[in-house]
């Protein structure tokens, strides 16, 4: 069982309460409180490319990349009028990009994607290598007490018009590593369905521990803040947002 295979052709749809207007104003932000303007960015595991968009609309470079064929060929899609983008398939543990940028973001929570530490530093160290001096890197993660206390051992159902889907979920405490064992029935006529199962895996990293991997990968600095501000975190925070800067 992959995951975001055929469960890209729904993603955009099931994602219709996230706010990617907003998500790109808080990275522009952020760049500008670091001093940037019309910034050159490299976005990991862009996915549909809908953080891609704005973040091209607001008039910065874009390239991007993911894991994931069938995202990217959404995100081609969507993306066909901005010709300077560009896509590629890779992966976070191991790209390589054949210029350096001024900040590389990851979105999503797709960096507990990454399951072990070692990849994590990897990871880290090669972003590292993809910027320019001063360049920043600005991701999330989803906290260890939202896999762990809200997604963790719970069940979501959803039911809409074309789409019926459950999301079965079991937090390891001995791994950290959330398992999302997700369930699709699709319709094109509301009365015939077909199933398709993804599996899904995130790993909950403490926010020291990301901290210390960042430094080890060369990070001179790092802020936590609360996502979608700039506050400090909390223990019942959710999505937990780093800019490191080189
Ligand atoms: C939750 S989605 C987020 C997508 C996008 N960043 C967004 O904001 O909508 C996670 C994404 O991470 C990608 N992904 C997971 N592991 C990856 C890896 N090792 N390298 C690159 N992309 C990866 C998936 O294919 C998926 O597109």
Redesign the pocket.
Known sequence: MN??GEFALLYDDL?DD?D?VAWSEYIQNILIRNGFGKTSILE?????G??TKELLRLGHTVDG????HE?LAIANNKLSSYKSKRLFN????EFKMDRKYQAVV?????IN??LDEASLKRTFSSVFQHLEEGGIFVFDINSEYKLKEILGNNIFIEDRDDVFYTWENQFDIGTGICDFYLTFFISDNGTDYRRFDEHHREKSYDVETVKSLLSEAGFSETCVYNAFGFEDITNESERINFVAKK
Request: proline content about 0%; hydrophobic content about 45%; glycine content about 4%.
């Open positions: 995951s975001y994602m996230f990617y990991m595991a862009c996915g549909t809908n953080l990349f993911d894991l994931s995202m890779m992966d976070m543990k990851s979105a999503c929570d797709s994607y990454i």
